[in-house]
């Protein structure tokens, strides 16, 4: 008996409850719902550059193999390895020591030389005085000019010996003929080397700049041509960007300075060279990266965010937008490419459109919905680690 009086005041408790609450809960559900809250950005027209991005190769600006340009032993190497060095400092050092006595030969065939046309002058000196006083004759006069001016050649000849024999032995120190960054030694010390080796001591490269030749098909060059074509190669920017093999943008820009003349009949490609300033020896001869570089100009384009953007069944772009009375209406897009985190719109939207960003899966074509602009995103574009904006719910 003393449970039971419990259990009844419970009882009534509840039903009271489900009276009070029975004509909240028959409102709600027979009203309508309010409407749905969604963020939205409003779409500005504006002039856009379309970039292509193009695969390509760091190539070094100058590259010198170095080679003995006499033979000989390798007495001592004077770099280090995969640092810098200018032109003119001494790499490779050979043993001297017969270039030393082929000068030493040459000094004296020199001396030689001299010591005969001293002679050779003398005489003809000689012969001169005698023949001014007709006591020799005129043979013996130019058999004495003839003498001398052989011994001038001999002398000459001598000369160009002992220069060629001086050349030799600075050859034997092997010097950089271009400033740069050389790699590692192909030789060591001991080894024999010869003027007609086939295979470099070392090999030196500028990579400062540096250049990077890059391929583009020919259908995307003709689009490239007709698109500057029509703006005026003249007002064309050849500033281009670089893509990293990390995924990262290479801090410095650079320019398109040359294009091949021909498309490779195999491949159809046409060569691209674009040059770039590489202070921090960041691009290396031989590493793949990519290229972003500007096609033409589109006049009054849309840059929709790509979050507003979606694919229906048969692949096409779709956008949901918000409309007159705040009605969501769906529109199909014409894209032309993206753009960093936006896509390219030339058909399907109009300046001044507020497409939904976030609350997508709530709406419907036709429902009527609470619009709410995005705030804009400068955090985000000064810091990619910044979080977004809270979406409207």
């Known amino acids: 008996m003393h449970r039971t009086a419990p259990m009844r005041r ?149 000369q160009a010996q002992l220069t060629s024999a001086r050349i030799e032995r600075d050859r034997t120190t092997i010097r950089a003929r271009l400033s740069g960054e050389i790699g590692r030694s192909l030789t060591s010390r001991g080894a024999l080397v010869t003027a007609s080796q086939g295979e470099p001591l070392a090999v030196i490269r500028t990579i400062d700049p540096v250049y990077v030749d890059v391929t583009q098909s020919a259908a995307e060059l003709l689009d490239w041509r007709r698109g500057q074509g029509a703006a005026g190669i003249e007002s064309f920017d050849p500033t281009v960007t670089l893509e990293l093999p990390d995924g990262s943008i290479f801090s410095e820009t650079g320019s398109l300075t040359a294009a091949e003349p021909e498309v490779d009949p195999q491949t159809g490609v046409v060569v691209l060279r674009m040059e770039f300033d590489n202070p921090d020896k960041l691009l290396l001869p031989g590493m793949y990266v990519q290229v972003a570089m500007p096609t033409r100009t589109v006049k009054g ?43 390219i719109v030339t058909e399907g939207l109009s300046d001044g459109d507020k497409v939904i960003v976030a609350g997508l899966q709530k709406v419907a074509p036709g429902a009527t919905v609470a619009p709410e602009e995005r705030a804009v995103k400068t955090a985000m574009a000064d810091d990619p680690a910044a979080p977004a904006p809270a979406a409207a719910e």
Do not use: C, H
């Not at 004296?108 to 001299?114: D, F, I, L, M, T």
């Not at 007159?324 to 896509?343: I, M, P, S």
């Open 301 to 343: 384009a849309l840059v929709v965010p790509q979050e507003a953007v979606s694919r229906d069944r048969r692949g096409n772009a779709t956008a949901m937008v918000v409309g007159a009375e705040n009605k969501v209406e769906q529109r199909t897009l014409t894209v032309l490419q993206d753009q960093g985190a936006g896509w």
């Open 10 to 158: 419970i009882a009534t408790t509840l039903a009271t409850l489900l009276m009070l609450t029975a004509p909240v809960l028959a409102q709600g559900q027979g009203g309508e719902r309010p409407p749905a809250a969604v963020t939205v950005v409003t779409l500005k027209a504006q002039d856009v550059t379309l970039t292509t991005t193009l695969p390509g190769r760091v190539v070094a600006s100058a590259r010198a193999e170095v080679r003995p340009q006499v033979a000989g032993i390798i007495t001592e190497r004077m770099f280090r390895e995969g640092g810098p060095v200018k032109a003119g400092d001494p790499l490779y050092q050979i043993d001297p020591a017969s270039y030393d006595a082929a000068v030493a030969v040459a000094e004296a065939a020199v001396a030689q030389a001299q010591a005969q046309l001293n002679a050779a002058r003398k005489s003809a000196e000689r012969i001169d005085e005698l023949t001014s006083r007709n006591v020799a004759s005129e043979q013996a006069k130019d058999n004495a000019d003839a003498e001398r001016e052989g011994a001038e050649a001999n002398l000459q000849v001598a």
